[in-house]
């Protein structure tokens, strides 16, 4: 069913002219209010500043809803339509082609709430609320436990997807459980155990926006084990000695989505492609970043197929010379072109 002929029993469509990059030639966007919500469906949306890499071309349809319920009638709206779905976190661990991507993409980049509660020591918070911010409320409090996230720039959700970690620390380590959006609308409450997690894994990647006609399930709030009632100076300096060990180690100053491969134990990635000569390597504004090598950096200008280009080339050079793959880290969605 097309979205103009569905329009009528769950929202208003609205088409507006706009004037993008090239004035000469302008395009028809249009906004769709999902009735019952503050929710509006955007069509022909640029994600590039919805990645921290900065590239990617638009969804065909976007949208960022508020609450549980605008982000059910979101999911529901495009099962309605047989459209595909794309969760968004801050898009610090994607890659997103430059001829954008199917379907409806869902940014979880409103849905903000927090609960320190000092009774548990848990903290409970909705997906769209930022890790670093996080790490630094926690610290100011006195909580310990987040120090180690400061310099991922990543959602709660992104988080719990990917398992992220750092400092010898991760997700899986204190997650209590996490409230799960499916596909079919239900919620439910998830355990670590319940989530299989592995190292920068969990079951919650599997059935990921990349296979089209689905939906993956959506991580929409989060509680995580902390310490309270320690000395709020003491948990700050922790903190801030990890963001600054990471600002010195790691290229922050370029767009990036951090390490690019998951590390092959018992080497590291970022070792295995220095040794092999790479480290400054480019490909259009794409560069295997001089400070540390598993990151690829945007110096200006890249195309997500830059990047791209740059990740197979790695790990074509590094399996000849290693005869290891490097398996990414990054999530790459939509179509790219391997160099001829
Ligand atoms: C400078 C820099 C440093 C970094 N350092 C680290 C590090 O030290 N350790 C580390 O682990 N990572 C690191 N990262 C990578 C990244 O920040 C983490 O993977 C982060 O957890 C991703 O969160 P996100 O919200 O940006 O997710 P996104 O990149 O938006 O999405 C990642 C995946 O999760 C899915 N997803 C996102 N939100 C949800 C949700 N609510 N429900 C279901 N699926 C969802 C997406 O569909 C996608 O498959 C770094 C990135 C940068 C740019």
């Known amino acids: ?12 469509i609205f088409a507006s002219t706009t004037q993008k990059q090239n004035p000469e030639k302008s395009s028809v966007s249009k906004i769709i209010y999902l ?4 929710c509006t469906i955007k069509s022909q949306a640029s994600l590039s500043a919805f990645t921290s890499y900065r590239v990617g071309g638009s969804a065909e349809w976007y949208v960022a809803p508020r609450n549980l319920e605008a982000l059910q009638a979101s999911v529901e709206y495009a099962k309605e339509q047989g459209l595909p779905v794309t969760i968004l976190g801050a898009g610090s661990n994607l890659l997103v082609s ?7 993409v869902i940014s ?5 709430h927090n609960n320190f509660d000092p009774q548990t020591g848990q903290l409970t918070v909705a997906a769209g609320e930022s890790i670093p911010g996080l790490a630094w409320e926690a610290a100011k409090l006195g909580w310990q436990g987040l120090e180690w996230a400061v310099g991922i720039p990543g959602t709660v959700g992104g988080a719990v997807v990917m398992n992220a970690g750092a400092h010898n620390s991760c997700i899986a380590d204190m997650l209590v459980s ?22 920068r894994t969990s079951s919650l990647q599997s059935g990921d926006s990349s296979t089209h006609g689905g939906c993956q399930r959506i991580v929409t709030q989060a509680t995580f084990q902390l310490q309270p009632g320690i000395d ?15 600002l010195a180690t790691q290229p922050y100053n370029f767009p990036s989505c951090g390490s690019v491969f998951r590390n ?10 220095e040794q092999t000569g790479l480290k400054g390597y480019q490909i259009g504004g794409a560069q295997v970043a001089l400070l540390h090598a ?9 195309k997500a197929n830059d990047i791209f280009c740059l990740i197979r080339y790695i790990q074509q050079q590094v399996k000849e010379r290693w005869s290891i793959y490097l398996q990414p880290e990054v999530k790459m969605m939509g179509e790219f072109q391997a160099a001829g």
Not at 1 to 12: D, G, L, P
Not at 183 to 196: K, N, S, V
């Open 178 to 199: 996490a409230r799960v959006l499916s596909p079919d609308g239900t919620l439910e409450t998830l355990t670590p155990t319940q989530i299989g997690y592995g190292y």
């Open 35 to 38: 009735k019952d919500t503050d």
């Open 264 to 273: 092959p134990a018992p080497y590291a990635a970022g070792w295995l492609i």
């Open 98 to 104: 430059d001829r954008g991507l199917p379907g409806l």
């Open 232 to 246: 709020p100076a003491q948990v700050l300096a922790v903190t801030k000695q990890h963001k600054q060990h990471r």
């Open 108 to 112: 979880t980049r409103h849905l903000r």
């Open 1 to 12: 069913m097309k979205i103009s002929q569905a329009v009528e029993n769950v929202c208003t």
């Open 294 to 302: 598993n990151f690829i950096v945007n110096r200006g200008g890249a």
